[in-house]
C-alpha cells in the first residue's frame, strides 16, 4: 500500500484542514474542521478524491485527527457523516468526542 502523508493546516480565523497526500498520485484528501471554542472543534467534512480510493485515506485522516486530539488535548465535534459513523464504531474514542463547543476536555 502507498505511503499516505498527512499534515495539519491552520487557515485564517477559525478554519483549518488535515491534508493527506500520496506521492504520485493526483489530488489530495482532506477533513476540514473548525475551531468552536476552548479546547474544542468540529470535524466538518471529509473528502477524498476518486484517484486516492482504495488507499485507507479517509481512516489514516481521522486516526491522525484522533492522535492529534490526544497529543493536543483537545475534543472534536463529529458534524461529518464519516467521522460520526467511525465514532459509533470505536467506543475507546468516548473520551475525545463532545456535543458541546466550548467544553474543556
Known amino acids: ?12 480565523g477559525r478554519r ?3 491534508v493527506a497526500r500520496i506521492a504520485g498520485v493526483e489530488g489530495e484528501g482532506e477533513i476540514v474542521f473548525t475551531h468552536r471554542g476552548p479546547g474544542v472543534i468540529s470535524a466538518d467534512h471529509t473528502g477524498v478524491p476518486d ?8 481512516k489514516a485522516l481521522l486516526a491522525h485527527m484522533i492522535e492529534d486530539a490526544r497529543t ?5 465535534i463529529p458534524i461529518c ?10 467506543p475507546e ?13
Do not use: C, N
Not at 457523516?81 to 470505536?90: G, K, L, T
Open 51 to 58: 484517484s486516492m480510493g482504495g488507499h485507507g485515506v479517509a
Open 81 to 90: 457523516s464519516f467521522v460520526r459513523a467511525q465514532y459509533a464504531r470505536h
Open 93 to 105: 474514542w468516548a473520551d475525545l468526542f463532545t456535543t458541546k463547543p466550548g467544553e474543556d476536555p
Open 72 to 76: 493536543s488535548g483537545f475534543r472534536i
Open 1 to 12: 500500500m502507498a505511503e499516505i502523508t498527512i499534515t495539519k493546516e491552520e487557515g485564517p
Open 16 to 18: 483549518g484542514r488535515y
